[in-house]
């Protein structure tokens, strides 16, 4: 049974910078691509980041967010720096077979906070 559980998350001022993790269980890790997606009130949820062979970032994260993995830990992270209140969201790590394209696992989400 696949588990993704994420930590990190919490209130941070503008500007700021939080890392969050997610470490998976029930996988082989290193065969799965990882992605981070953020849900916002109200709005739909988007992705942020993503690490298979390469890493992809949406255009709002790049050059703030950084995704990297250490697959010995069977863990990914998304270091985020100069964060922005408009990054406020529920972030969710997911996990997909790499030749799949559909995220078939997902976290519970952690919550970040970004105040003005």
């Known amino acids: 049974q696949v588990q993704l559980v994420e930590s990190g998350g919490g209130l941070v001022q503008a500007g700021g910078s939080l890392r969050l993790s997610c470490v998976a269980s029930g996988i082989t890790f290193s065969r799965y691509a990882m992605g981070w997606f953020r849900q916002a009130p109200g709005k739909e949820r988007e992705f942020v980041a993503g690490f298979s062979w390469t890493s992809t970032y949406a255009e709002s994260a790049k050059g703030r967010f950084t995704i990297s993995r250490n697959n010995a830990k069977n863990t990914v992270y998304l270091q985020m720096n100069s964060l922005k209140p408009e990054d406020t969201a529920v972030y969710y790590c997911?996990?997909?077979?790499?030749?799949?394209?559909?995220?078939?696992?997902w976290g519970q989400g952690t919550q970040v906070t970004v105040s003005s």
């Open positions: 997911a996990a997909r077979e790499m030749l799949r394209s559909e995220y078939a696992a």
